[in-house]
């Protein structure tokens, strides 16, 4: 899985955001100019190449980057509140 990680980690480092929405792979381009495409070409052949290790991964980090709920972050207020430090 670290060529996965390297190849997003290019994706971003060139100004992208890399997303995933059900099986497909969104990029996002977040600069001002135009990307470079002969820099962009070669990534996305890789991207294509191994879609589904990318789709896995991105599955994987998405879950474990899960905010927590409302009621997780009231909780930790109430339970401050009962138990301040």
Known sequence: MEIIKNLIDKFQHLGYVVNLDDENIKLK???????????????????????????????????SQVEPSDETIQAKVEDRQDNPP
């Open 29 to 63: 381009y977040e600069l001002y100019n135009k990307p470079d495409m002969s820099r962009i070409t070669p990534l996305l052949d890789i991207l294509r190449e191994h879609k589904a290790d990318v789709v896995e991964y991105l599955k994987n980090t998405q879950t």
